[in-house]
């Protein structure tokens, strides 16, 4: 079975709410086991064949653990080539960290990326929230499709 892993940062809720319907699209399709978590250690990239990033913008930037993630990722050599990558998050008025972090899994990473991220401004309301569920339901299927 595939795995996808759902990694978020959220200091007060609201990508962690978007990362929760994100999971749950993803789990729905049934063909990938699911792991939503805050935190991994770069190694732990290699086990997933789906990377889903759920990133606020703070300051203009992306968090600084995932930072902290690819800067590991690079220093240890890891090849992700090839794996599935995706990025969403909240925002208030630029939200730019999803965008970041897809350049940095296609330009650095050599990831396949779904584009373009999906961005909600501050507390997703319902409609937004099935826009989670459908983007980690299309993660899932592309990995159901791919050779
Ligand atoms: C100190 C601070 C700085 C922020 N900087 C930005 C920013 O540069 N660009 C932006 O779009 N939103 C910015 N925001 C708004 C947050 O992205 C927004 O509140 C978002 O919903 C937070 O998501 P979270 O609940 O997952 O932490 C900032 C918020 C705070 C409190």
Same mark, same amino acid.
């Given at each position: 079975?595939?795995?996808?892993?759902?990694?978020?940062?959220?200091?007060?809720?609201?990508?962690?709410?978007?990362?929760?319907?994100?999971?749950?699209?993803?789990?729905?399709?049934?063909?990938?086991?699911?792991?939503?978590?805050?935190?991994?250690?770069?190694?732990?990239?290699?086990?997933?064949?789906?990377?889903?990033?759920?990133?606020?913008?703070?300051?203009?930037?992306? $968090?600084?653990?995932? *930072?902290?993630?690819?800067? #590991?990722? /690079?220093?240890?050599?890891?090849?992700?080539? @090839?794996?599935?990558? &995706?990025?969403?998050?909240?925002?208030?008025?630029?939200?730019?960290?999803?965008?970041?972090?897809?350049?940095?899994?296609?330009?650095?990473?050599?990831?396949?990326?779904?584009?373009? $991220?999906?961005?909600? *401004?501050?507390?997703?309301? #319902?409609? /937004?929230?099935?826009?989670?569920?459908?983007? @980690?339901?299309?993660? &899932?299927?592309?990995?159901?499709?791919?050779?």
């Amino acid at each position: 079975m595939s795995k996808i892993l759902v990694l978020y940062y959220s200091r007060s809720g609201n990508t962690e709410k978007m990362a929760r319907a994100v999971a749950e699209g993803a789990k729905n399709a049934g063909n990938a086991e699911v792991e939503l978590s805050y935190h991994v250690d770069a190694e732990d990239l290699a086990n997933f064949d789906a990377v889903l990033l759920g990133a606020p913008t703070y300051h203009h930037d992306i $968090p600084m653990d995932m *930072k902290r993630l690819f800067e #590991e990722a /690079a220093a240890k050599g890891m090849n992700l080539k @090839g794996k599935i990558g &995706a990025a969403f998050g909240s925002y208030g008025w630029s939200g730019e960290a999803p965008k970041l972090l897809l350049e940095i899994m296609k330009n650095k990473f050599e990831m396949q990326v779904i584009e373009p $991220p999906l961005l909600v *401004k501050y507390a997703p309301d #319902e409609k /937004a929230l099935s826009l989670c569920r459908e983007l @980690g339901r299309q993660v &899932a299927t592309t990995l159901m499709h791919k050779v």
